[in-house]
């Protein structure tokens, strides 16, 4: 039975091209080695395909039993199945090699490969991704794109114990670092044998090309800088992603902001987001334009979004960058406390940008999300970030992918938004369970607008979420779609000399 399983595991990585025939006994040995088996007899296989986490379960099951496996919970079991297909994965010199050889060729082929193989290494792990619950909720900026992450593994009690008794490591610096790249991991840190990262060189600095382990859109890449610095909105910020968008005219890029509450979740290393999506952000038109002085070859304007975004788009990706920087020193440096605008409190500063770079056919395109984190008494996690009454839904930053108009939503809501369906169809007292107490209001306000069945709840509920999440965005937004906002919106860009 095991050597059944060695054996479709070798198989799958022939078939995917990971490894090549001759390479069929040494992979056969080198799986044998991590489960500490010392014989095999080659099976028969049919001409089944080949599932790939089915195989791997069984590996790890009967690893389990005979003791190799010492611990079966989430954590551990993702340490030894990385381990197993890092035993299968091509060398980095072969992977950057292949990469380029197929970038000569087109872009698109490059990352097309690129992308296949990263989810052939079971770096990313497709059976889990299809789990994420996905939909498309309409609303008056287009439609918004609603994903409830249950692609991340369960926080694991034992290997959080664990992690508690591990002496401090600084080795990789943090989860983007280049040393990841064939890292073993440990139960505090996610293995990474079977990952491999591409060279790129942006703005004539080496940074590495890789892919989301967790895809939260098409082709989800993360562009990362060899150095671990930290993450900074400046003018080399604008030449970066618009150096990157020329390589990879095929592809979206853009960078959380730089301060807290407003930025990442990984600050202190300096990396973008891209991919090939389009999100609803890159879909809206322009509504009120903008002219700069000194950039008459810029067409600029404000976007119709509910947060705050100036749109450039020019031929000449120097000429935006250097806009960009004239718009962000001004923001920088802004105040307008008559719409509690700060730029700074007690030193501390607020105003920072979300940029994000695309191509319009010949044409480069860079949009600039205004932010501030400031915070007031009534709302201590931010004026400008989901307000109380929708944590509900969202509490979590508002960073860049929801800033372009996709909601990542925590997994608890699954569970609580099946109850809640079920509640309303059944016309059940909401505030009586713990799983739909904290909806009640925001059901009870939407609930009379519908005749909510079973067969009709869910559907109605998603479109509901997605209006949260519009709003959420409004939120996040510096300057309100209102006649007050609008104008104080054109007092800052007046502002820009």
């Not at 909720?137 to 409830?148: K, N, Q, R, V, W």
């Not at 730089?258 to 609803?280: C, K, M, N, T, W």
């Not at 940029?355 to 009534?378: C, F, K, M, Q, S």
Request: net charge negative.
């Amino acid at each position: 039975m095991i050597d059944n399983a060695v054996a479709q595991l070798v198989r799958y990585a022939e078939q995917t091209g990971l490894i090549a025939p001759e390479d069929h006994v040494w992979a056969v040995n080198s799986l044998l080695e991590m489960l500490r088996l010392d014989s095999y007899t080659e099976p028969a296989l049919s001409d089944t395909p080949i599932d790939l986490p089915a195989v791997l379960d069984a590996l790890l099951d009967d690893a389990h039993a005979r003791g190799v496996l010492e611990n079966n919970s989430i954590v551990y079991r993702d340490l030894f199945d990385t381990a197993l297909m890092g035993r299968l994965t091509p060398p980095p010199r072969e992977v950057a090699a292949r990469f380029r050889a197929l970038y000569d060729e087109s872009p698109s082929r490059a990352t097309d490969w690129y992308y296949q193989f990263s989810q052939d290494t079971n770096y990313i792990r497709r059976d889990r991704i299809a789990k994420d619950m996905q939909w498309k909720a309409p609303t008056e900026y287009g439609e918004l794109d609603i994903t409830i992450n249950l692609s991340k593994p369960e926080k694991d009690p034992k290997a959080i114990a664990a992690a508690r008794d591990l002496p401090a490591s600084a080795y990789p610096k943090c989860q983007l670092c280049a040393e990841n790249e064939g890292y073993a991991g440990r139960v505090n840190h996610p293995a990474r044998q079977n990952h491999r990262i591409i060279p790129i060189t942006i703005d004539g600095q080496p940074w590495f090309l890789q892919y989301s382990p967790y895809v939260y859109y098409n082709e989800h890449c993360i562009c990362l800088n060899a150095a671990h610095t930290p993450m900074k909105i400046d003018h080399a910020c604008f030449r970066k992603l618009l150096d990157f968008v020329g390589q990879f005219p095929h592809y979206f890029v853009g960078s959380n902001a730089d301060l807290p509450i407003v930025g990442g979740s990984i600050l202190a290393h300096d990396h973008f987001q891209g991919g090939r999506y389009e999100f609803a952000m890159a879909k809206a038109p322009v509504e009120t334009a903008l002219a700069f002085p000194g950039f008459a070859d810029i067409r600029a304007g404000i976007v119709k979004w509910p947060m705050s975004v100036i749109r450039l788009t020019g031929g000449d990706p120097a000429r935006l960058a250097a806009l960009a920087d004239r718009i962000l020193a001004a923001w920088r440096g802004y105040t307008d406390k008559d719409t509690m605008i700060l730029a700074e409190t007690e030193g501390v500063p607020h105003n920072t940008i979300t940029p994000i770079a695309r191509r319009r056919g010949a044409d480069y395109e860079l949009d600039l999300v205004l932010r501030n984190n400031l915070t007031t008494a009534e709302h201590p996690l931010g004026l400008y970030h989901p307000h109380a009454e929708l944590h509900h839904i969202k509490k979590e930053n508002i960073g860049l992918i929801e800033v372009m108009g996709l909601a990542v939503l925590p997994a608890r809501l699954k569970t609580e938004l099946t109850a809640l369906g079920e509640a309303l169809a059944a016309s059940r007292d909401l505030r009586a369970d713990p799983l739909t107490a904290s909806h009640a209001d925001w059901a009870e306000g939407f609930a009379p607008r519908y005749t909510i069945t079973a067969d009709n709840a869910m559907q109605i509920i998603q479109k509901e979420v997605g209006l949260v999440f519009a709003t959420v965005l409004e939120h996040a937004g510096v300057y309100k779609r209102t006649a007050e906002g609008r104008a104080a919106f054109l007092r800052f860009a007046e502002s820009v000399k």
